[in-house]
């Protein structure tokens, strides 16, 4: 049975860095695997793409801020995050086993997810 949780998730200033990892169980890479995140007030918005061959698709708002990588050996998916901003601030969620037919920033697209981790960007 897949499991994911997240870590790293924390308190920082504007312009400041954070580093998110997914521990992950079970078969997990042989599908595409995603960040998301979610605010209060707002619906839930695909962060981060990584596809199998480690190919990554990035939200506008994060692109050239934000790295997602992935270690097969170790099963665990990181988010590199810099140059953090108020508006990052969000509950950030790990998502598994990619489903055809979904866009990759489509939460309905996914089987299996984590609890969270909080980031709170303060100005």
């Known amino acids: 049975q897949v499991q994911l949780v997240e870590s790293g998730g924390g308190s920082v200033q504007a312009g400041g860095s954070l580093r998110l990892s997914c521990a992950a169980s079970?078969?997990?890479?042989?599908?595409?695997m995603a960040w998301f995140r979610r605010a209060p007030g707002k619906v839930r918005e695909g962060v981060a793409a990584i596809e199998i061959d480690a190919t990554p698709t990035y939200a506008d708002s994060v692109k050239g801020r934000f790295t997602i990588s992935k270690d097969n050996a170790k099963n665990t998916l990181s988010l590199q995050m810099d140059s953090l901003k108020p508006e990052d601030t969000a509950r950030y969620y790990c998502?598994?086993?990619?489903?055809?037919?979904?866009?990759?920033?489509?939460?309905?697209?996914?089987?299996?997810w984590g609890q969270g981790t909080q980031v709170t960007v303060s100005s």
């Open positions: 079970g078969y997990t890479y042989s599908r595409p």
């Open positions: 998502a598994a086993g990619h489903r055809g037919g979904y866009s990759y920033t489509d939460p309905y697209g996914y089987d299996f």
